[in-house]
């Protein structure tokens, strides 16, 4: 057990519509990312928050945001939805901020999309 | 072109070989390298990481880095059937920023 947190574990929506991921992070640790994982793209990094603040970004579409809020827990929104968001999205959490690495970054357990 | 490329094999091994997973990159720029391991329908976990050419050894793990060829590999001693998993080698983003950037993973069954 990591100690990251994500709800829900699974996810069935139809196209067009929006959703929420949400991710606890360890105790103590700052900084949130997001990826996705999905089997022709692997594991893609989308989006990382420091203590509240985005830190940096990467293959995230327009139709999904995130944010994370004081109590340092973060959600991912995905709205719009297609069939090709259909993927395992996860979290992961480290101590450590941008410019300081590497800090080991702990995964949790994942929310499996499906987009119908 | 991916930054980090990896055999996606799938690769099967007997119980106690010597197992041998790698990657190569296309940027000098990149400063630290890292070894995930994921387990079916669970988040990556990470093995080792490595800064720098040479080699970092962890128990039965091995992670080394050759530089000059831009080449990444993990070793892996007397193989167990519980190290049949996906193995994600992985690098830091060359600006200095912690967020990882993924090879496609290695499919790799111990059979016992």
């Known amino acids: 057990d990591s100690g990251v947190t994500q709800t829900p574990k699974h996810l069935i929506t139809a196209t067009g519509q929006r959703v929420t991921l949400r991710c606890s992070p360890r105790s103590g640790d700052l900084s949130v990312y997001w990826y996705q994982q999905s089997l022709d793209q692997g594991l893609q990094f989308l989006i990382q928050?420091?203590?509240?603040?985005?830190?940096a970004k990467g293959n995230i579409l327009e139709r999904f945001s995130a944010q994370q809020f004081p109590d340092l827990h973060s959600e991912l929104n995905l709205s719009s939805l297609e069939l090709g968001d259909s993927a395992l999205y996860f979290c992961?959490?480290?101590?450590?901020?941008?410019?300081?690495?590497?800090?080991?970054?702990?995964f949790g357990p994942g929310t499996r999309l499906t987009v119908l | 072109q991916k930054e980090v490329e990896q055999d996606p094999g799938p690769l099967s091994v007997p119980e106690g070989a010597i197992v041998s997973l790698n990657c190569t990159y296309s940027n000098s720029a990149f400063q630290y390298f890292m070894w995930y391991r994921q387990y079916s329908r669970k988040g990556p976990e990470l093995l080792m990481y490595t800064y720098s050419s040479g080699n970092k050894e962890d128990g039965r793990f091995t992670a080394q880095v050759d530089k000059s060829s831009k080449y990444i590999s993990l070793f892996i001693r007397d193989s167990q059937p519980s190290d049949s998993a996906t193995y994600l080698c992985a690098r830091t983003d060359q600006t200095g920023a912690n967020n990882l950037f993924f090879g496609t993973g290695t499919r790799l069954t111990v059979i016992p």
């Open positions: 928050y420091y203590n509240g603040e985005e830190r």
């Open positions: 992961a959490s480290s101590v450590e901020g941008a410019g300081v690495g590497p800090a080991a970054q702990y």
